[in-house]
């Protein structure tokens, strides 16, 4: 474990998602100390993490070269999985983009990898797995220090800076405002359909090798290949926050996609319903939720946010992961740039610097965000034609 001189801030990371662990990541490769605390019990408690990411060139790689992880990055990307192909319901491909124009810029890699690739490169020591934060808060007898406070009644004080990397329903966000996630009017329902090149090749042709949406009626089927051989279905729906319970469909049984296809895309043609109905894994609906798009908050020396904690968007504009990444790494610039600085500045002057230009990004992102949403769910596939 890096050992923290008198001199180096004492740092705790709330949150081992793609932000909080790069964040380490990076402050490890530039011998500064930390600590991620995490909530999930183990490296191998949730099995399956999500879809396939794009990383780009400018932000996530950017963060993986300055953190030394860019060749082991290379051997797991596909840059294949950039491609992009819009239909219609009726199954017409209104565009396709075969993604070769971007094999150095946005190359895909399943989200499970990502996270092997970033806790491999991690001490060990430098995660504390089972520590839900519940609360941090000022340290009452020690100026500048605070202490957090976990769910299983144990605390950890004296900390310099805590980074809330603790994404969308963060508990340290409460500390330095009142600004919650609101619900955006979209639900994704997310099916699995797995090892399609042998049990459906002709779904996998239709998907290609990266992603594919199918778009129309103001809703759409939105379907991505991942890097194990199996294909992501996300149903994307404008509908009220509840409607997952409200809609009566039992999300556990067999049938459930079969009523949701029936109900939401009944007209539409066969191999787009298949894109769903050949799922083979329970479904998981899921409200998308967001931030007000250019959220703020007055600077708080010694606490502060990245990643979706700091500007949770909905996943139109296919960023969320590259911000955090971006954060995290002029977050350990900003740090670096203290300790090198023989702390000329107050480390509350790098971070307050820090969070302008976060804050400033992400709100180009999440207009952007927003904006496609709208594109998907109000003209949706006409805009391709
Ligand atoms: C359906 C969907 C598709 C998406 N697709 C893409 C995409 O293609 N490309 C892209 O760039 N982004 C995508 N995103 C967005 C992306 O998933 C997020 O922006 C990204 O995961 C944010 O990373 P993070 O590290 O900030 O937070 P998270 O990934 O949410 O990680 C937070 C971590 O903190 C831990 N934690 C939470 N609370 C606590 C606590 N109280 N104490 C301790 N630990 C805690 C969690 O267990 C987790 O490990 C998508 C999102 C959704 C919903």
């Avoid at 500048?144 to 805590?162: H, R, Y």
């Avoid at 969308?168 to 409460?174: K, L, M, V």
């Avoid at 319903?273 to 703020?296: H, S």
Wanted: overall charge negative; hydrophobic content about 40%; aromatic content about 8%.
């Amino acid at each position: 474990m890096v050992t923290t001189s008198y001199s180096q801030p004492r740092i705790a990371i709330i949150g081992g998602g793609p932000g909080g662990l790069i964040l380490g990541r990076l402050l490890q490769y530039n011998q500064l100390g930390f600590t991620i605390f995490e909530r999930e019990s183990s490296r191998s408690a949730r099995q399956l993490q999500g879809g396939s990411l794009d990383i780009h060139a400018e932000s996530g790689q950017e963060a993986l070269r300055q953190a030394g992880l860019h060749d082991t990055f290379k051997l797991h990307m596909r840059v294949e999985g950039a491609a992009l192909r819009v239909i219609n319901k009726q199954a017409d491909v209104l565009f396709s983009d075969e993604g070769r124009g971007e094999e150095d810029t946005r190359p895909e890699i399943d989200r499970h990898v990502l996270r092997d690739i970033l806790l491999d490169s991690i001490e060990p020591s430098s995660i504390c797995w089972g520590k839900k934060v519940v609360k941090v808060e000022p340290v009452a007898d020690q100026a500048n220090k605070f202490q957090i406070s976990f769910a299983d009644g144990t605390t950890e004080s004296g900390f310099d800076l805590v980074v809330g990397a603790d994404g969308a329903w963060s508990n340290i966000r409460p500390f330095l405002t009142d600004i919650k996630p609101s619900h955006s009017g979209a639900i994704m329902v997310e099916g699995r359909i797995a090892d399609v090149d042998t049990r459906y090749p002709e779904i996998s042709k239709v998907v290609g090798h990266g992603s594919a949406f199918a778009l129309g009626d103001r809703k759409g089927l939105l379907c991505q290949r991942n890097g194990d051989g199996s294909i992501r279905t996300y149903v994307l729906l404008i509908a009220q926050e509840t409607w997952a319970k409200d809609c009566g469909i039992d999300w556990v049984k067999e049938d459930a996609k079969d009523i949701l296809i029936e109900a939401e895309f009944g007209d539409w043609d066969q191999r787009n319903k298949d894109l769903l109905l050949k799922a083979n894994e329970e479904l998981i609906p899921r409200p998308l939720y967001m931030l007000p798009i250019g959220i703020k908050w007055e600077s708080c020396p010694g606490v502060t946010l990245i990643g979706d904690a700091a500007h949770l968007m909905t996943p139109f504009a296919g960023v969320g992961v590259n911000l955090a990444m971006n954060d995290a790494l002029d977050l350990a610039n900003a740090i670096k740039s203290f300790v090198d600085d023989d702390q000329d500045a107050p480390l509350s002057e790098y971070q307050r610097k820090f969070e302008e230009n976060m804050l400033e990004r992400a709100r180009k992102f999440a207009q952007e965000s927003w904006n496609n949403m709208k594109m998907m769910t109000g003209i949706a596939a006409s805009t391709f034609s």
